[in-house]
């Protein structure tokens, strides 16, 4: 079966500009993770969709936001970017239980200049 | 705080030794443990997961094991070739309200495989 599609791979944004990733999990997971990773901080947590309801959320800004369709793919919106947003962001998707494991996409490698 | 330290944080190996990696967390209440392998520019990639009961679990080459009492896991790689070259990252899931879990990520073991 299809993994986790996310796109695009790759993005080059200059400071102050907006940015939308998209993923698309796979087919039957209701549950979508964002990650930002970034080489000296490893993965960070940045929110998890449900069914169309964000279920959690990390210590990030209100710059970032992000939201999920009745399809169950999902969107991350990234405003005013800063050069610290550069980073690979990764999406993951999971059946949605505790217990589930995570199926991570390839990532988006975002570039900010 | 939920935290996940690894060690080393990088490593070299020649091609065919063995090496092992350690995962310490303080994360409660516990659900479970996995230990992702990550290609450069690639997304991580499940290598095994472990709930509280289960002491080793094996996939291949790779062998993870867990103590739930000192909160420690090493994943141990076993005839170790090239392509074995990546980030080893141990995520450790905790039990939250609802089915909800949340993740705590370490920063990952650097493994470089050399002829």
């Known amino acids: 079966k299809a993994g986790v599609t996310q796109t695009p791979r790759y993005l080059i944004k200059t400071r102050g500009q907006q940015v939308t990733l998209s993923c698309s999990p796979i087919s039957g997971h209701r549950s979508v993770s964002w990650y930002q990773q970034t080489p000296g901080q490893g993965l960070q947590f940045l929110f998890e969709y449900f069914s169309e309801t964000q279920r959690n959320k990390g210590n990030f800004p209100g710059r970032f936001s992000g939201r999920q369709f009745s399809n169950s793919r999902s969107e991350m919106n990234v405003s005013t970017l800063e050069l610290g947003d550069s980073a690979l962001y990764l999406c993951a998707s999971s059946l949605g239980a505790s217990s589930a494991e995570a199926f991570f996409g390839q990532g988006t490698r975002l570039t900010v200049v | 705080k939920n935290q996940v330290e690894q060690s080393p944080q990088s490593l070299i190996i020649l091609e065919g030794k063995n090496c092992t990696l350690q995962c310490n967390y303080t994360v409660s209440p516990f659900s479970n443990l996995r230990w992702y392998k990550q290609d450069t520019g690639r997304g991580p990639v499940s290598l095994t997961i472990?709930?509280?009961?289960?002491n080793t679990k094996s996939n291949g080459r790779y062998t993870a094991t867990l103590d739930a009492d000192t909160k420690q896991s090493s994943l141990h790689i076993t005839a170790s070739q090239l392509s074995d070259s990546a980030s080893y990252i141990c995520?450790?899931?905790?039990?939250?309200?609802?089915?909800?879990?949340?993740?705590?990520f370490g920063t990952g073991t650097r493994l470089q495989v050399t002829l």
């Open positions: 995520v450790v899931s905790a039990r939250d309200t609802g089915t909800a879990s949340k993740l705590t």
């Open positions: 472990m709930t509280f009961s289960e």
